[in-house]
Antibody
Framework: EVQLVESGGALVQPGGSLRLSCAASGFTFSSYWMSWVRQAPGKGLEWVAN????????NYVDSVKGRFTISRDNAKNSLYLQMNSPTAEDTAVYYC???????????WGQGTLVTVSS | DVVMTQSPLSLPVTLGQPASISCRSS???????????LNWFHQRPGQSPRRLIYKVSNRDSGVPDRFSGSGSGTDFTLKISRVEAEDVGIYYC?????????FGQGTWVDIK
């Protein structure tokens, strides 16, 4: 069974930093683009970033460029999102998604909540 | 970014009756590779989204055949032939043709 399990969500102060992780199982992780998608409380969905199978290419939505970094460790079947200098607008549930958005875009993990507040 | 516009935003339906959701994009979703990357997702309260339909009209594994997708270019539709209680929740269209992928605002489907 394909599974994605996120962790690392927490309360973080504006200007701080946080690292999210996603543990993947049930499929050949190194063969898929992977992504992070977020959903602010009571709001819609926003694709944050994606990363190529071998980690050689990353894409970011403009609102996080220069602050967030997506990375992966194929030996550990893990995806990461390093969040630097977050603001209140980054408060959301962050989902790990198999796929880059164009082709595969399923399944999604259960999500991890990030709250940015002082 | 490509703007995805769904209508209606709220859709009360009677069990056993059909339902239809429209999704329009601000640009054509036909990719240079010839595919149209338009997906539909369903999100139940408190759960993560689940994809139902990919590339306009292809049902994902395990999705009941009462769900169907259609459309082309900038105009797309999700239809439920006979709504069941488990179909309540929010439905999102999503385009993956242009970066960044973008979603519609969501359509809340509930039972009358």
């Amino acid at each position: 069974e394909v599974q994605l399990v996120e962790s690392g969500g927490a309360l973080v102060q504006p200007g701080g930093s946080l690292r999210l992780s996603c543990a993947a199982s049930g499929f050949t992780f190194s063969s898929y683009w992977m992504s992070w998608v977020r959903q602010a409380p009571g709001k819609g969905l926003e694709w944050v970033a994606n990363i190529k199978e071998d980690g050689s290419l990353q894409n970011y939505v403009d609102s996080v460029k220069g602050r967030f970094t997506i990375s992966r460790d194929n030996a550990k079947n893990s995806l990461y999102l390093q969040m630097n200098s977050p603001t209140a607008e980054d408060t959301a549930v962050y989902y790990c998604v198999r796929g880059g958005g164009r082709g595969v875009s399923d399944p999604w993990g259960q999500g991890t909540l990030v709250t940015v507040s002082s | 970014d490509v703007v995805m516009t769904q209508s209606p935003l709220s859709l009360p339906v009677t069990l056993g009756q059909p339902a239809s959701i429209s999704c329009r994009s601000s640009q054509s979703l036909v990719h240079s590779d010839g595919n149209t990357y338009l997906n539909w997702f369903h999100q139940r309260p408190g759960q993560s989204p689940r994809r139902l339909i990919y590339k306009v009209s292809n049902r994902d594994s395990g999705v009941p055949d009462r769900f169907s997708g259609s459309g082309s270019g900038t105009d797309f539709t999700l239809k439920i032939s006979r709504v069941e209680a488990e179909d309540v929740g929010i439905y999102y269209c999503m385009q993956g043709t242009h970066w960044p992928p973008t979603f519609g605002q969501g359509t809340w489907v509930d039972i009358k």
